[in-house]
């Protein structure tokens, strides 16, 4: 408890004084807060990582749903494709960012050398607002559907084949083992994935550092990168922890609206 809670206390503390070069100045109270919260980039930052998480979540969540429901099966080629979905995430998050930044860039990457082999105009994929968010989206989906795809398969593999046997000798279709038998029992897999997805992605630094530099015009300068660089390019510690703070408390109402989703659908329909 104390390597979660002193950190914090500390964050907190130092959001409160002036902290400038690591020497802690002067107590200033909320004035760190009102500073970022009334900062253009800092309201930009917090926008981008709404729309990069919430963005990032959906689809990697799909896609791994998706993979789990298709490699649901222990034959060979599954085995296979299982070990070939996981490779990005035993990659470093570093190397791989390095390796999408290759792939984009326009010197000497993959996507310019394919458009000139078709002989068609070679997007700036990392240079243009929208190709950069997506890039990043791409890089998480990349990445982390391997994780919920192995999550989401592990409460696939606890749910007993009886029940299903059962369903289908009673009559009912795939679609209805899905909706009443599959998504149920499922739950508890969905919640843990989806809430380790939304903390990775609302924190995550290495993708926007690495791949995009949160640019361009500060499309992809997510609130991490913005407390790096407030932090340990400009030195401001105690707006950094301030920051911080602010980031700390977005989590927390995040990971909250998410649980009362669950829990207002769970005698519904939906999941």
Not at 248 to 270: E, H, P
């Amino acid at each position: 408890m104390g390597f979660v809670f002193a950190p914090l206390a500390l964050s907190l503390y130092y959001s409160v004084h002036r902290v400038r070069y690591y020497q802690l100045g002067d107590f200033n109270g909320l004035q760190n807060y009102i500073d970022i919260l009334s900062h253009r980039l800092f309201l930009n930052s917090f926008l981008v990582t709404c729309s990069f998480s919430l963005m990032a979540l959906t689809l990697t969540f799909a896609t791994g749903f998706g993979l789990a429901l298709f490699l649901n099966r222990d034959t060979a080629g599954s085995i296979l494709l299982r070990t070939v979905v996981l490779l990005p995430y035993v990659i470093a998050m570093l190397v791989g960012s390095m390796l999408l930044k290759w792939i984009f860039s326009t010197d000497a990457g993959l996507v310019p050398l394919a458009a000139a082999w078709f002989d068609v105009a070679s997007p700036t994929v990392l240079a243009d607002p929208e190709y950069a968010m997506a890039a990043m989206v791409a890089n998480g989906i990349w990445r982390d559907s391997a994780f919920a795809m192995v999550m989401l398969l592990a409460g696939l593999r606890s749910i007993p084949p009886n029940l299903i046997q059962a369903a289908r000798i009673d009559g009912a279709g795939s679609y209805m083992i899905f909706r009443r038998i599959i998504l149920p029992l499922l739950r508890p897999a969905i919640l843990i994935t989806l809430i380790r997805l939304l903390l990775h992605f609302a924190n995550v630094l290495t993708f926007p550092l690495i791949l995009t530099g949160g640019g361009p015009n500060n499309a992809t300068d997510t609130l991490a990168l913005r407390i790096f660089r407030i932090g340990f390019e400009d030195f401001d510690l105690g707006k950094a922890n301030a920051m911080a703070i602010v980031l700390c408390l977005f989590n927390i109402a995040a990971v909250v609206l998410l649980l009362a989703v669950f829990r207002k659908t769970r005698g519904g329909q939906s999941l």
